[in-house]
């Protein structure tokens, strides 16, 4: 209705990872040609935090973006707003949402406290229940996509090891 075309890349730093200096530059140069002119589009990127230093080796570039970071997510602070995105999810997929207690809190733990993880996992999960024709999504499915995810067995497995806070997520327990 505005006019207003945006292209959003997720994964961004991606296009920029194995580029020579003159590829990321004619990368840059692209984007920053998008911006321009009478059919200018919004460009979002998103990705790692090196994404961001990708993007700033152009002085135009780094003037032209705005570097947001979503804050990590806490359990105390997000939970709720977690719990009830899940919900809504479930409903969206025609499940049950968990009634496990503390699935919110190994969720948040697993995801890294990153929210884009946190969408994944779930989603991940709720895919792999509906895939087993399941009424109610719970912590199994969640174990079952972490464990794809991760490629660990139970021990490294934050929804399924009793004491799943000690795990260190950057040092995968394989079988």
């Not at 979503?70 to 009830?84: R, T, V």
């Not at 989603?123 to 792999?128: F, R, S």
């Amino acid at each position: 209705m505005l006019g207003t075309a945006v292209l959003w890349i997720d994964e961004a730093h991606d296009l920029f990872q194995s580029g020579t200096p003159s590829e990321v530059r004619d990368i840059l140069k692209t984007l920053k040609s998008l911006m321009q002119g009478d059919g200018a589009v919004i460009v979002i990127l998103t990705g790692i935090n090196s994404l961001w230093q990708i993007a700033s080796y152009d002085g135009q570039v780094k003037r032209r973006y705005t570097k947001i970071s979503l804050p990590e997510l806490s359990n105390a602070k997000d939970g709720k707003a977690i719990s009830k995105q899940m919900e809504v999810f479930c409903n969206r997929a025609g499940l049950r949402p968990p009634d496990e207690a503390d699935l919110v809190q190994r969720l948040v733990y697993a995801s890294r406290n990153k929210f884009g993880l946190c969408i994944e996992n779930i989603l991940h999960a709720i895919e792999l229940a509906l895939k087993s024709e399941a009424d109610q999504l719970t912590m199994q499915h969640f174990a079952e996509a972490w464990a794809m995810q991760e490629g660990c067995d139970y021990r490294g497995n934050v929804f399924l090891a009793p004491r799943w806070s000690e795990i260190d997520l950057a040092v995968p327990v394989i079988n």
